[in-house]
């Protein structure tokens, strides 16, 4: 695991900060969203899988409770604490966590049926080798999932803009193009895509003393009615609201 890389180490820095309060937020457990994630992945009883920067373990806990054995692997140790705390929680004996960089992924080749990851290639500096990385530890003929936030072509950049000051972590989100691009270059093959709109408030996925920018920006973007973040912004009685574009690819390993 290359702990000097800068970027990783913002990631751990944010993410140690952020571990039980991300674990708590009832945005990341939204139902129809993880029933999405679960017909993209179509766990078997018997299937073997990785989750690939599995943060505070609710994909991984999810889908423990359909197939035979799964593991859990993310860069921030305290995410993995509240996912064992989870694991814990809920019963489940099916489940082992490991400290890992998912461009480095500790496993050989073939190891595994499924190989998924949830919302974190837009925290990637080389988000396909992190998918290089995930088809070569998944067995020929298994599946291989990723959801993401994907911005289009367009809002792309000014999506980034305020994903970065949200969230420091934030290296950049990919379009739906971009993911098929790096997918066909390492042959695999497109069995299902979704797309769905994650509604959220602004307030609970931000530091307080990032509010006061990242409301001048949405505030901006509400007001030139043009949507040019891309995630239908809206003032609400209860603050500001908008809603992540998600994407949910799987592909079956050759």
């Not at 994630?37 to 078997?44: G, S």
């Not at 299937?47 to 423990?64: E, F, H, K, M, T």
């Not at 080749?109 to 990851?117: A, G, I, L, N, Y």
């Amino acid at each position: 695991m290359r702990d000097a890389d800068p970027h990783n180490a913002k990631v751990v820095d944010q993410f140690t900060r952020w571990a039980e309060r991300f674990s708590k937020e009832p945005l990341h457990a939204e139902p129809d969203a993880m029933q999405r994630l679960l017909a993209a992945v179509a766990p078997q009883s018997s299937s073997r899988v990785l989750d690939v920067a599995c943060g505070p373990g609710i994909v991984a806990c999810a889908l423990a409770r359909y197939a035979a054995k799964v593991t859990g692997v993310d860069l921030t140790a305290a995410m993995l604490e509240e996912a064992k705390l989870r694991q814990e929680r809920e019963g489940l004996t099916n489940l082992t966590w490991m400290q890992a960089d998912a461009t480095e992924l500790p496993f050989g080749d073939e190891c595994f049926d499924v190989v998924v990851t949830r919302y974190s290639f837009h925290h990637m500096r080389q988000p396909e080798k992190a998918l290089s990385e995930m088809r070569r530890v998944c067995r020929a003929g298994g599946r291989v999932v990723v959801v993401d936030a994907t911005p289009t072509t367009e809002t792309q950049l000014a999506y980034d803009a305020m994903e970065t000051l949200r969230d420091p972590s934030h290296a950049s989100a990919l379009t739906v193009a971009q993911i098929r691009h790096y997918a066909k270059d390492l042959g695999l093959k497109e069995v299902a895509y979704d797309f769905h709109w994650l509604e959220a408030a602004l307030e609970p996925l931000a530091d307080q003393d990032r509010m006061g920018a990242l409301t001048a920006v949405f505030n901006a973007d509400i007001e030139s009615g043009a949507d040019l973040i891309g995630v239908k912004a809206r003032r609400t009685e209860s603050g500001i609201r908008f809603s992540f574009p998600i994407s949910v690819f799987a592909w079956l390993r050759d």
